[in-house]
């Protein structure tokens, strides 16, 4: 079984590492990463994104540690378009979170109108951080929580600064 998903992972944290590890818990996994100008493009926040190659160097870091814990392969290819690599025909699941679900559905009226089976759509639920929030980069670029979601300590209930 081949198993999709994409995304600009920046920077990596305990949501993307429990996408990886339903994808790889499918099968081998084919990881689409935003190019430069598709991440300058879709980011719904203004915030700086690292560039490709600096992603894909922890991504693969990232991915080799898990595809270990399943016996599994990976791939990490260059996402230029929404849609991405899913739309081809080697795929048979995609990993998606709550709110790329529609991207997925997309996906598969792509897929349809080519021909193409539908992908099995998996939804991995969002990982929350200490404070009930949930786990983003965009809050781990802000400073508010850490990679696995530990608030940062000026953060912390009874900081000053809270």
């Given at each position: 079984?081949?198993?999709?998903?994409?995304?600009?992972?920046?920077?990596?944290?305990?949501?993307?590492?429990?996408?990886?590890r339903r994808a790889f818990g499918l099968g081998d996994v084919?990881?689409?990463?935003?190019?430069?100008?598709?991440?300058?493009?879709?980011?719904?926040?203004?915030?700086?994104?690292?560039?490709?190659?600096?992603?894909?160097?922890?991504?693969?870091?990232?991915?080799?540690?898990?595809?270990?814990?399943?016996?599994?392969?990976?791939?990490?290819?260059?996402?230029?378009?929404p849609t991405g690599i899913a739309v081809e025909p080697p795929?048979?699941?995609?990993?998606?979170?709550?709110?790329?679900?529609?991207?997925?559905?997309?996906?598969?009226?792509?897929?349809?109108?080519?021909?193409?089976?539908?992908?099995?759509?998996?939804?991995?639920?969002?990982?929350?951080?200490?404070?009930?929030?949930?786990?983003?980069?965009?809050?781990?670029?802000?400073?508010?929580?850490?990679?696995?979601?530990?608030?940062?300590?000026?953060?912390?209930?009874?900081?000053?600064?809270?």
């Open positions: 079984m081949d198993v999709a998903l994409g995304g600009t992972f920046d920077p990596i944290h305990d949501g993307h590492r429990a996408l990886f084919t990881v689409g990463l935003t190019s430069d100008e598709l991440a300058d493009r879709t980011r719904h926040v203004e915030r700086h994104v690292r560039p490709f190659a600096a992603r894909r160097e922890d991504l693969e870091a990232t991915l080799a540690e898990l595809a270990g814990e399943f016996d599994r392969e990976f791939e990490v290819r260059l996402l230029d378009e795929f048979d699941h995609l990993v998606v979170s709550p709110e790329t679900k529609p991207g997925g559905d997309r996906i598969n009226e792509i897929r349809r109108d080519r021909g193409l089976a539908p992908l099995n759509i998996h939804v991995v639920p969002h990982v929350r951080a200490a404070d009930g929030g949930i786990l983003s980069s965009t809050r781990i670029v802000e400073g508010e929580v850490d990679e696995h979601g530990n608030l940062t300590p000026d953060r912390e209930p009874g900081h000053p600064a809270v």
